[in-house]
């Protein structure tokens, strides 16, 4: 025996997770959705997801070069934004805007604050904040191929049935009208244990409630409300990013029942006709405060909170 | 928030429990440090040159937290050297080079216990201390007006992966135990025994449901618990049998309880009998660098190389040589440790079984914070530290973590958490220092 063995401190073993391999899980848990948006609106749309990912990357790795930091494009997590943002773009955005909102979700929002782990407000959910303040092409949702134009279902007359809501086949952007395949997504998360249940079950479960009393107690109108638009998507994808969310189970659940509130109050009563993106955002800003009140109690302590 | 399921699934590599438990015969030398306890170290009381057999006394207790120290072969005393054990601090440690014979000591025999004093002087000669891996003289534990005891707590979750040499103990020496429960329960009238095993171990719960069974003079209940890590740790299996809280800086007998591992109950029971004080000690051999790993009853003071050899040899260069289990065992250097009392396993690790990823940034998940069994934020504490801000390392209550490392196992960053809490802790001792020199 060679006597030269390590001298380390405990722990001597690991899990074996890794940041890259939550970021695969969220990417693998994405795929459903953006297979879903790629049926839908044809082929096409895969054009400004992809390009997306790339530029998020790619402005990350640029980042990292040009102020000399260790690469961190391997954790993935430029990538999961990158794929957030196209998905929750519609279909017909000019491609040069893709990579400007790429650019302003990682150097601005991520990078600029510290990167991975720092930054203050979801950089792909800012971004689209963003773009649809800068952009008009925001504002004009995309179709499917074979759909006659209309509005989106929250601004339209009619709602779609509940059956082509949970399928997807109608306006919106590209990866958020599949209800399926996002929930085929949001198992995949709680299985790998990526995501915890609060979040999503309490954001939606908010949106859906509120709306009942909106609707006159109609409960079919309420889970179409709650299917449609962004709420799926926002609740299991984006207002679950470990970094800009609660990280106690109480901290979650508060988190998810302003982003409904909030998302409903901005839907039914304020100019936009949805209200997703907003309440995730208001919702970021206030997580700090939420951690600081809902710290679990030291065992065997009366401390530990303040 | 229920605190029942917090902690870790940690892979239980309990390989050894496959392998029957083998006796090692005498090495050529055993070195003996005279510190293998939490307290002052004992004095040699033998020179170079004096013979010395199995149980003779080599090292006597040097005051109330002290533990003696006897000799684990027969021969003579080759030299009295200067170890530098884990903790920085050196002590004095006797060689002693065995004649093979094993002759045991005329001097050994059975003492009289009948009454508590009786009891706490011969455990206090007996060498006994917290087998588990702490190394508190266990005298010292029992050493309470014996109204204050309510219950007697056997630990034998075992919670560590690979260690399975409690396991072992309470496979094979159930008598020894109930003999030191007859024993705690005449002297001391400990009335109310719980014996906490975690539910993975199958046999061991019924062999001491079976022991448990033949007692009449107190009640002795088999408890089994999750096999979720730390479930060993001395506060969550008080609170996991009995339901009551230790809180920092407290003892278990603030609450009424006195834990003892199943080892060093064992240990207590076989003394009594027949009167031969802690020379040898049932140590699970394992790692993958190890050919053939086993349990091994062996005499305190074997070598590392000596015990290696026994099982086999080593196939392949280990990476850490481990004292303990993986989650919270000390990593020793191969060629000058030995085993010790409180020494429960010995791992050798090859680079692949210890492999740490490289750490990189905390990305805010708060699996820490949501493992830790305790409700600690170890992510918060280790900002804190960074700041060396010592006023929110206070509020966040460092002091209560027992340093189990769950968090540290966790965390997909593979932050350094459990280790920054064990530095946050030495940074508000050095600041309490100051500010009592300054006053």
Redo the contacts between chains.
């Keep these: 025996?060679?006597?030269l063995?390590?001298?380390?401190?405990?722990?001597?073993?690991?899990?074996?997770?890794?940041?890259a391999?939550?970021m695969r899980d969220v990417l693998i848990a994405l795929l459903p959705a953006t297979a879903a948006g790629a049926v839908i609106f044809g082929w096409r749309t895969l054009l400004p997801v992809v390009l997306c990912v790339l530029s998020c990357v790619g402005f990350e790795a640029l980042f990292n070069l040009i102020t000399k930091r260790d690469q961190?494009i391997k954790?993935l997590?430029a990538a999961v934004t990158g794929l957030l943002l196209g998905l929750n773009l519609p279909a017909s955005i000019p491609l040069w805007q893709c990579v400007i909102g790429s650019l302003f979700a990682i150097i601005v929002v991520k990078c600029l604050f510290g990167?991975?782990?720092?930054n203050l407000v979801n950089p792909a959910i800012a971004a689209r904040v963003f773009m649809l303040v800068a952009f008009p092409a925001m504002a004009a949702p995309a179709f499917p191929a074979d759909a006659a134009t209309g509005a989106t279902p929250l601004a339209a007359e009619q709602m779609p049935s509940l059956l082509t809501l949970f399928l997807g086949n109608y306006g919106g952007s590209i990866g958020e009208t599949c209800t399926a395949a996002l929930l085929l997504g949001c198992v995949y998360l709680l299985v790998r244990r990526v995501i915890t249940w609060h979040i999503p079950v309490v954001f939606m479960g908010t949106v859906f409630v509120f709306s009942l009393f909106v609707t006159g107690f109609d409960a079919v109108s309420a889970l179409s409300l709650t299917m449609a638009g962004g709420v799926c998507i926002g609740a299991i994808f984006m207002a679950t990013d470990?970094?800009t969310s609660?990280?106690?189970?109480w901290g979650k659940v508060l988190f998810g029942l302003g982003a409904g509130l909030l998302t409903c109050l901005i839907r039914y009563y304020g100019v936009y006709p949805e209200g997703v993106s907003f309440a995730i955002l208001f919702m970021n800003i206030l997580t700090p405060y939420i951690e600081q009140w809902t710290?679990?109690?030291?065992?065997?302590?009366e401390?530990?909170r303040? | 928030?229920a605190?029942y399921l917090r902690g870790?699934r940690?892979?239980h590599r309990k390989n050894t429990l496959k392998q029957p438990v083998v006796r090692m015969e005498a090495p050529g030398t055993v070195t003996l440090p005279m510190a293998m306890h939490i307290g002052a170290p004992a004095i040699p009381v033998v020179k170079v040159g004096d013979t010395v057999k199995v149980g003779t006394k080599i090292g006597e207790a040097n005051g109330r937290i002290s533990s003696n120290i006897y000799s684990s072969v027969s021969g003579n005393v080759k030299r009295i050297e200067e170890y530098l054990p884990h903790n920085g601090t050196a002590v004095a440690a006797v060689v002693i080079e065995s004649d093979g014979e094993m002759t045991v000591d005329p001097a050994v025999c059975p003492p009289t216990v009948n009454n508590r004093e009786e009891l706490i002087a011969a455990i206090r000669e007996s060498g006994i201390v917290g087998l588990g891996g702490a190394g508190f003289p266990t005298h010292v534990k029992l050493d309470v007006e014996p109204e204050r005891i309510e219950y007697l707590l056997i630990n034998g979750a075992e919670c560590e992966?690979y260690v399975t040499s409690d396991t072992v103990t309470m496979l094979t020496r159930a008598e020894d135990m109930r003999d030191a429960i007859l024993a705690l329960n005449r002297c001391l009238g400990i009335g109310k025994v719980m014996i906490g095993i975690e539910n993975n171990k199958k046999t061991a719960i019924a062999a001491m449901q079976k022991m448990a069974s033949s007692i009449t003079a107190c009640t002795v209940e088999v408890k089994s618990l999750p096999s979720v890590y730390p479930q060993g740790g001395e506060?969550l299996l008080i609170?996991h049998t009995t339901g009551r809280?230790?809180?920092?800086g407290?003892l278990p007998i603030d609450v009424g309880c006195v834990v003892l591992n199943c080892t060093t109950l064992a240990a207590i029971g076989a003394y009594l009998r027949t009167g031969m004080p802690l020379v040898e000690k049932c140590v699970t051999v394992d790692g993958g660098a190890v050919k053939n790993p086993q349990n091994v009853i062996v005499p305190i003071g074997t070598s590392m190389?000596d015990l290696?050899d026994f099982c086999g040899g080593?196939q392949v260069?280990?990476?850490?040589?481990?004292y303990g289990g993986?989650?919270?065992?000390?990593?020793?250097?191969?060629?000058a440790s030995m085993v010790q009392k409180a020494t429960n396993a010995v791992l050798a690790?090859t680079a692949k079984?210890?492999?740490?990823?490289k750490p990189?940034?905390?990305?805010?998940?708060?699996?820490c914070?949501?493992t830790?069994?305790?409700?600690?934020?170890p992510?918060a504490i280790a900002g804190a530290y960074e700041r060396k801000d010592t006023e929110a390392l206070k509020?966040?209550?460092v002091d209560?973590c027992m340093?189990c490392?769950c968090c540290?196992?966790?965390?997909?960053?593979?932050r350094?958490l459990?280790?920054i809490n064990?530095l946050s802790k030495q940074m508000l001792k050095e600041e309490q220092k100051k500010e009592a020199s300054k006053s």
């Excluded at chain 1, 990167?115 to 720092?118: A, K, L, P, Q």
């Excluded at chain 1, 710290?295 to 302590?301: E, K, L, Q, T």
């Excluded at chain 2, 809280?245 to 920092?248: G, T």
Aim: glycine share 10%.
């Design positions: 025996m060679n006597a063995t390590k001298i380390m401190v405990s722990p001597h073993i690991h899990s074996g997770r890794s940041t391999g939550i961190t954790d997590s990167g991975i782990g720092r470990y970094t609660p990280d106690t189970a710290r679990y109690r030291v065992f065997a302590s401390g530990g303040v | 928030m605190l870790i940690t892979p992966p506060k609170y809280k230790v809180s920092a407290k190389k290696f080593l260069q280990p990476d850490k040589i481990v993986p989650m919270m065992g000390v990593t020793v250097p191969g060629d690790l079984e210890a492999k740490l990823p990189t940034a905390c990305i805010r998940c708060g699996t914070t949501n830790c069994p305790f409700g600690l934020a992510a509020a966040r209550l209560a340093e490392g540290s196992f966790v965390c997909p960053a593979n350094p459990v280790q064990k």
